[in-house]
């Protein structure tokens, strides 16, 4: 059993709970929060139960409808052209507020603040403040506390912001419904929240004990000298990220973070720097397509576009990477396409009989190729496989599995929806039999929590086989 | 008392050049910088030892971190003519301009040597050629400067010399003050200068622990010891509220106009400046044109980076700007750290500073910032102190939008400040005063401001004494007094007249070095009554000079045959002189020829030139030191050789 | 895309497995390079470290573009470049404990265990194919000899494969990991030119710091076509960094440049079998391909100080001649934070990253010049140096005169080999006259 089943036993039943979700439950591809136009929300202090069973103070933003503290606050998906209000009353022992960079907002009530108008400590409701802006823009923003930041960015007074487009001019690529800037450069089939922030646990420390000590006294910490030993994806470090959304047991954490697709899908991960430190977030399986950055689409032009060689129609300034560096305070739409095109060999492998073509390209010959031109490949309709890699086996024989280490993600077979032997206990959480992809940052620093690998900053993309409900 | 300076910027009159490369209309941009160090008091009252550049024209000053902004036209030639005042050598590169001497940069390595590579052990000192300590001289030179925002930093060491604070801005325009680049043409700039101070580090260098061996206990490197920076600066200031009389905002353009912000990271982490409010379009990278401009509100800038952003304001306001890598604190005390504010006026020619409300003191510097634009090209400064009744002049000013006003003797709570803009055909363009009274109040008491601790002064060197003095009574005389034991005894200098705020004092002899040293101003009424008194606030170091140096002639001057020149040298104090021997020679050294012996308490000699064949430009001096026993203590050559004509 | 691999006939294969009758339930170690029947393998005759079907190595290969290569993966030692400082007192610069890969290929299967045990090098074996390749790389886990209480696997992981399998991408939670004493062959059709690197993926937290790092890059198919760049400039390329359609990335001088860094604590508490400090995991030895500066200067393999083996054989010079183009291949697999290396007097142009070139085909609107180029782990750009400046044209005022420049860490604490100065991440640009 490798480390990470070994370390994860502990919530195993949950995760079980998740996977047999996962093939039921229509709720997995979507970004979870609030939407509408007015919102309440009060700055207050709560706890959460991080994966090595520690308690840490963290202060966050709660919708006033639950009055239930989170991180990250909430995340609100709102309208293009919709006039946004949101009241915020703070119980901390110091001024709170809020900012929406990108935006242009007026501020009404509580006291000037350094950046805006922020709502006096120890308040209770009795100066709220009213933050009201239009947006004017589609796409992915952030905000953040714009006051005392240093400390209450890091006790996890943050969340997002996302905008719909008014119009979905998607008549060029009917096969979408959805998009993130309007057209079809930013189509997706399914959506992702992959915000990414981290914590100094000693600091939530010392904010507890100066609030036991003095609860109406602002915490004096020294901010400087932070020195981050956990990190986290939507307010969850791993493994709690593969939880289901609203876990019981996650009370002030409700977002998960576990992006899924089927081969041949569009993918949008709408990644935001909400902490202080940079993340180099490196997504296996494919490259992506950086599509826009702060809410603005990459083009040289309106509408301009190219055909990425992964995911296909982009604007034209987007960038192909692995690995994103997602910096603070900014936000990075990507879109990321799996396919398996160009394995080398059948990713369904070669036991069973499944056929691969596609009516709209011949292939009399089934080399794979379009009898008319050669250099178009064909892709099954229906499994999206890459027709020419089509009834290839596997070109390398497997080691006997006495010799192997399993991970508890691998179905026991090397193709997409096959299964195999395993030995006892190993495997067992590939309930659809795909390929898990992890997702993470890069710092490998970052995949602990509080000096226990694996956890911190990591989830996984699965590709789940054709037929596979995603939403 | 605080050294640091408010951000000062040399302006270089050139012609307009559109050519990156050398043009025939290229100009000289020519500096004289001094590299010293500089005690830095920090947001929080914290005194932090820093390496700072002066500008030597701007004397008396001090050196500042960043040093001063230097500006330039694309096409012309920058010579930077640097003064090495350090602990160790140093130098200047400007990374994305082409070093010009000798076609490239020749590295200098640790085993002194210079040149390509020759074994496998060596490792480069400094990237170029460098300006020695004690007082050595090296010229920089940049041919045909291509447009842009540039770092101007230390070569050499950058482990340490980075940290210490030896950085400036560098813009290069195509049109001066409107034509950042080809395509980008702007009304205002604003140069937002990110570094940061880890103070132990600094320490560790200032005092010379740094490199110590591991196992001593003491600082290695900051690699060993873990940098941890503690100040987080924007053009050398970290924020400070207004009510702790703080952080200046900085005059950001017009409604309406084109607003260049020039970023520059200097420090050693990644920064993420956030403007709040209006997206920016970035324009160019390390001054180079970006192939297309992109729309964000945050700039992700590592360290040595410099981005143009230019955004078009559309209301009038005050817009933050501030690091979102939240380095918002001082020490450990927040707020603080990298957070400034962008102000945005209705129109060009606007007064941001002094705008109302100000306390202002006589005698101090204060920065008079103003929107430019609408086309002026000078600004003519005005100030009252009768609410607008009445105007006194202050000065005449480029197409600057900041001046540094030395506060006048005064006792107003009615003051105001304005502003008149001329175009170039002198046609008025804007004038705004102060939206509301600042008060002036006298100073009541004597200040003084250089040496103020931390400075290394030489036996024999002269340096400027500078004070600031009370303006609330009538002043008799002054008088300045020094002291090498920290106060114990005080030595007396030079009593000086009532108006005389410096004085140049030729720093006294001392046989070991005096790191105790204080320096005092007393100030007396016409009645000798004393009225006030300062001390420096903390010791600086008067040290002995090992040995002779020869200032005159030095290099470079023409002599005739039969003329008197008075021959000028500054005496060894480490130990006592018998007499001093004196030659010339004529054909750069080789042979030398005998002028005679001088007493061991003179420090000058007035020689006859000596007749010569034709224009002889090979000519040296030399002044050698004896011990009245006759032993050979030290020597000294001119630096370069003089020309003697017949 | 460019598209060269003709559909390959899964028949052969077939034959191979049944006839050459190669497979076994009890393979231990097992250097996986098929061959049609009665194929054979010759020696790396050419040295590149593995075998190619196209150098004449293999004979009947399964493939015309055949590609094997065997590597270990153990534990061995690495001494920093901190040896005027001389912290251990032996002369040499620390010693650390590393775990590592080591290049086998070659070596019969029955010799392979003793001889990669102990034999970690750092960085790894460095892998360089080319587009339309397939690429058989034997991973054997030889164990770590000087840790006998660990047992761990090690895997491969590509890093940037494009479309990965889960069985060959190398992480552990969701595929297999080889244990000791035995081997596993990962198959990779290599489709795509770019700068790629790979590093094992076990536990990577601990396995990565330990130095299981290595530079991998992919050579474009349209390597050996002559292009002239900038067209009428005179100057021809037949090797490029991507298929750029118009010689663009084309270069004289490929140098692939890998930044890293060690934890000394967390290397010198595994050796002393410690708990292993993660949450305080602070670099203090930044490198470039495995070495502070100055030992990127050294051109010789240099021996570690443990048991004289070579273990660190790649060096970070750099060198052209006026006129000519440099490709640099620069990735991070630094494992705690960014990393902003600039180069001092020469413009940086930026044609490519995450194994992509920048822009269309036949377009250069997208590179960028800068002076400065920022990494976090697992990030890789391409750069172009040309010694002709930015316009590429010789005899102009944007030449790089012949000299010696610097490209280093613009974090200035990373120029130190931990407690000693003037070291770090580092290393030197020679350029010569025009011969």
Redesign the interface.
């Given at each position: 059993m490798n480390a990470f089943a070994r370390y994860i036993r502990g919530r195993v039943t949950v995760l079980a709970a998740l996977l047999l979700l996962v093939s039921a439950s229509g709720a997995w591809a979507q970004i979870d929060g609030l939407t509408g136009t007015f919102f309440n929300f009060t700055a207050k202090s709560g706890h959460i139960i991080t994966p090595d069973a520690a308690s840490m103070m963290i202060w966050g933003y709660a919708d006033d409808s639950t009055g239930q503290v989170q991180i990250p606050g909430p995340t609100l998906i709102v309208n293009q052209g919709d006039t946004i209000t949101i009241t915020l009353n703070n119980t901390l022992p110091e001024p709170v507020s809020i900012?929406f960079?990108?935006q242009?907002v007026t501020a009404s009530g509580g006291a000037p603040g350094?950046?805006?108008q922020q709502v006096p400590g120890n308040d209770n409701g009795a100066n709220p403040v009213t933050y009201t802006f239009t947006v004017n823009e589609p796409g992915t923003y952030t905000y953040f506390s714009?006051s005392?930041?240093?400390?209450q960015?890091?006790m996890g007074l943050y969340g997002a912001l996302i905008v719909r487009p008014a119009v979905q001019d998607l008549a060029a690529c009917s096969q979408y419904t959805q998009s993130a800037y309007g057209d079809c450069r930013s189509a997706y089939d399914y959506e992702f929240l992959i915000l990414q922030s981290e914590m100094d646990m000693d600091i939530h420390q010392q904010v507890e004990l100066s609030m036991i000590a003095h609860p109406t006294l602002p915490p004096?910490i020294?901010?400087?000298?932070y020195h981050p030993t956990i990190w986290f994806l939507n307010g969850r470090p791993g493994p709690d990220v593969l939880a289901e959304a609203g876990a019981a047991w996650l009370p002030a954490q409700p977002y998960n973070c576990l992006p899924r697709g089927n081969p041949g899908k569009r993918v949008l991960a709408r990644m935001i720097?909400a902490g202080?430190?940079?993340h180099p977030f490196h997504t296996h399986g494919n490259n992506f397509d950086l599509i826009a950055?702060?809410g603005?689409l990459?083009e040289?032009a309106p509408g301009a576009s190219k055909a990425a060689t992964e995911v296909g129609v982009v604007p034209d300034?987007a960038v192909s990477d692995y690995t994103q560096?997602t910096?603070?305070?900014?936000t990075f739409d990507t879109i990321y396409t799996w396919t398996g095109q160009d394995l080398g060999f059948d990713i369904y492998g070669t036991a069973d009989a499944h056929t691969c073509s596609d009516p709209a390209c011949p292939d009399a010959n089934n080399d794979g190729f379009n009898d008319g031109d050669p250099t178009i490949a064909c892709w099954d309709a229906d499994t999206y496989e890459y027709c020419p890699d089509h009834g290839k086996p596997l070109p390398v024989v497997l080691p006997d599995i006495k010799d192997l280490a399993f991970g508890m993600f691998y179905s026991g077979s090397a193709f997409l929806g096959g299964t195999g032997v395993l030995p006892p206990g190993e495997g067992g959480f590939n309930l659809n039999n795909g390929y898990f992809h992890i997702w993470h940052s890069h710092n490998e620093r970052e995949l602990t929590n509080n000096d226990i690998f694996p956890g911190g900053m990591m989830t996984f993309f699965i590709v789940e086989p054709p037929g596979i409900e995603i939403q | 008392m605080t050294n640091w300076k408010k951000f000062s910027t040399i302006a270089a009159t050139t012609l307009l050049a559109f050519l990156?490369?050398?043009s025939a209309y290229a100009a000289d941009v020519t500096l004289n910088l001094v590299a010293e160090q500089v005690n830095v008091t920090m947001a929080d009252g914290a005194v932090v030892p820093m390496w700072g550049l002066r500008d030597a024209a701007s004397t008396p000053g001090t050196a500042t971190v960043p040093g001063p902004t230097i500006s330039a036209v694309a096409g012309d030639n920058l010579i930077i003519n640097l003064t090495n005042n350090l602990s160790e050598p140093t130098s200047l590169?400007i990374?994305?301009q082409?070093?010009s001497e000798s076609?490239?940069?020749?590295?200098t390595w640790?085993n002194n040597s210079t040149?390509?590579?020759t074994n496998?052990?060596?490792?480069?000192?400094s990237?170029t050629h460098e300006a020695s300590t004690g007082g050595g001289i090296a010229t920089y030179r940049w041919?045909?400067l291509k447009p842009g925002t540039y770092l101007l930093e230390s070569?050499s060491?950058?482990?340490?010399q980075?940290?210490m604070g030896l950085y400036a801005a560098v813009k290069v325009d195509v049109a001066p003050g409107a034509q950042a680049y080809p395509e980008i043409a702007y009304n205002n700039d604003v140069v937002l200068l990110f570094s940061e101070v880890d103070p132990v580090l600094n320490a560790a260098v200032a005092s010379g622990e740094y490199?110590s061996?591991?196992g001593s206990g003491l600082y290695?490197?900051?690699?060993?010891m873990?940098?941890?920076?503690?100040y987080f600066l924007i053009n050398g200031q970290s924020f400070r509220r207004f009510s702790e009389g703080g952080t200046v905002p900085l005059p950001a353009g017009f409604v309406n106009g084109t607003t260049l912000v020039r970023f520059l990271n200097a420090g050693?982490?990644?920064r993420?400046p956030?403007l709040?409010?209006p997206?920016m379009t970035l324009v160019a990278?390390?001054?180079?044109p970006?192939?297309?401009p992109?729309?964000?509100?945050?700039v992700?800038l590592?360290?040595?980076?410099t981005m143009d952003v230019v955004f078009q304001p559309t209301a009038e306001g005050r817009l933050?700007l501030?690091d979102?890598?939240?380095?918002?604190?001082n020490?450990?005390t927040?707020?603080g750290?990298m957070?400034t504010y962008l102000d945005v006026g209705a129109s060009g020619g606007q007064v941001i500073a002094p705008n109302g409300g100000e306390m202002l003191v006589s005698g101090d510097t204060f920065t008079v910032q103003w929107n430019g634009g609408l086309g002026a090209v000078r600004y003519n400064l005005w100030y009252s102190l009768d609410n607008g009744t009445t105007w006194n002049w202050v000065a005449a000013v480029g197409a600057v939008t900041s001046y540094d006003w030395t506060v006048p003797a005064a006792n107003s709570t009615t003051s105001l400040f304005r502003v008149v803009g001329f175009d170039a055909g002198d046609v008025k363009v804007s004038i705004d005063k102060s939206n509301a009274p600042f008060t002036i109040a006298p100073r009541t008491s004597a200040l003084l401001v250089t040496p103020n601790g931390g400075e290394e002064l030489t036996s024999g060197d002269v340096y400027t004494v500078q004070w600031k003095s009370p303006t609330n009574a009538t002043i008799g005389y002054q008088n300045l007094w020094y002291s090498l034991d920290n106060g114990a005894t005080w030595n007396w200098i030079h009593s000086v007249g009532p108006n005389k705020r410096s004085f140049d004092w030729t720093v006294p002899a001392v046989a070991a070095s005096a790191p105790t040293s204080l320096l005092r101003v007393d100030v007396f009424n016409p009645g000798g009554t004393q009225i006030s008194s300062d001390v420096s606030d903390g010791n600086f170091t008067i040290l002995p000079r090992a040995n002779v140096l020869l200032t005159a002639p030095n290099g470079g001057e023409t002599l005739t045959s039969g003329n008197n020149f008075s021959v000028q040298w500054k005496a060894p104090t480490t130990n006592p002189v018998g007499y001093y021997g004196l030659w010339y020679s004529l054909d750069n050294g080789t042979a030398w020829n005998w002028i005679g012996t001088v007493g061991g308490l003179q420090t000058s000699y007035n020689w006859t030139v000596p007749a010569v064949g034709g224009v002889t430009p090979t000519s040296l001096f030399r002044v050698r030191t004896y011990s009245s026993g006759g032993a050979i203590l030290s020597t000294d050559i001119s630096d370069g050789s003089f020309t003697i004509q017949p | 895309m460019i598209r060269l691999i003709k559909p390959f006939r899964i028949l052969p294969l077939l034959v191979l497995l049944i006839l050459s009758g190669a497979y076994s339930a009890e393979a231990k170690v097992y250097f996986q390079c098929p061959t049609l029947p009665g194929g054979s393998l010759n020696a790396d005759s050419n040295g590149d470290g593995m075998l190619r079907a196209d150098d004449g190595e293999i004979n009947l290969p399964v493939s015309e573009h055949e590609v094997c290569m065997h590597l270990s993966s153990g534990d061995g030692f690495v001494n920093m470049a901190d040896k005027?400082?001389d912290?251990d007192g032996d002369g040499n610069g620390h010693l650390q404990y590393t775990f590592g890969f080591s290049n086998l290929t070659g070596v019969p299967d029955s010799l392979a265990m003793e001889t990669g045990m102990v034999a970690a090098n750092f960085p790894a074996p460095t892998i360089r194919v080319r587009e339309g390749d397939e690429f058989y790389l034997t991973l054997t886990n030889v164990g770590m000899m000087l840790r006998p209480d660990l047992f761990d696997p090690h895997t491969v992981h590509f890093h940037g494969f494009p479309n990965a399998s889960a069985i060959f991408d190398g992480v552990p939670d969701d595929s297999i990991a080889i244990n000791m004493g035995s081997s596993f062959t990962y198959y990779y059709k290599i489709m795509d030119a770019g700068t790629y690197m790979y590093h094992c993926h076990v536990e990577a937290a601990e396995h990565m710091q330990m130095g299981m790092l290595g530079n991998l890059y992919v050579d474009p198919a349209q390597d050996g076509t002559d292009y002239e760049y900038p067209v009428g400039s005179g100057r021809h390329f037949t090797q490029f960094a991507y298929d750029d359609g118009d010689g663009s990335t084309g270069y004289n001088h490929l140098y692939p440049l890998q930044i890293s860094s060690f934890d000394p604590n967390f290397h010198d508490m595994h050796i002393s079998v410690q708990p292993l400090p993660f949450a305080f995991m602070?670099d203090?030895y930044?490198m470039i391909n495995g070495r502070g500066?100055?030992d990127t200067?050294?051109p010789a393999e240099l021996a570690n100080s443990f048991d004289g083996k070579t273990s660190q054989k790649v060096n970070s010079i750099i060198t052209a001649a006026q006129g000519e183009r440099i490709l640099l291949r620069v990735s991070s697999l630094v494992t705690t934070n960014?990393n902003?290396l600039?180069v001092?007097?020469i413009?940086m142009l930026v044609v490519g990253n995450g194994a992509r070139k920048l822009g269309p085909l036949n377009d250069t609107?997208?590179?960028?010049?800068?002076?400065?180029i920022?990494l976090g782990g697992g990030e890789a750009m391409d750069i172009i140096l040309d010694t002709n400046g930015p316009d590429g044209i010789a005899g102009?005022?944007?030449d790089?005169?012949?000299?010696?420049?610097?490209l280093y860490?613009?974090?200035?604490?990373?120029?130190?080999?931990?407690?000693?100065?003037?070291?770090?991440m580092?290393t030197?640009i020679?350029i010569s006259a025009a011969p």
């Open positions: 900012v960079p990108g242009q350094l950046l805006t714009g005392h930041s240093d400390l960015v890091e004096a020294d901010t400087a000298a720097g202080r430190d940079s950055r702060d603005r990459l040289s300034l560096t910096s603070p305070g900014a | 990156f490369a050398v590169v990374n994305g082409k070093a076609g490239a940069m020749v590295p640790t040149g390509n590579r496998l052990n060596q490792r480069v000192r990237f041919d045909g070569g060491h950058q482990a340490v980075i940290p490199g061996s591991p290695t490197t900051s690699m060993g873990g940098y941890l920076p503690r050693s982490r990644t993420n956030v709040q409010g997206y990278e390390d001054g180079n970006l192939p297309y992109l729309q964000q509100y945050s992700y590592p360290a040595a980076k933050p501030y979102r890598s939240l380095g918002l604190t020490g450990t927040s707020p750290g957070l | 005027v400082l912290p602070t203090q930044p500066y100055p200067m050294n960014f902003t600039t001092q007097g413009p609107s997208q590179y960028y010049l800068t002076n400065s920022s102009n005022a944007d790089i005169a012949p000299g010696t420049y610097f860490a613009t974090n200035a604490d990373h120029l130190a080999n931990n407690n000693e100065d003037y070291g770090g580092m030197e020679q």
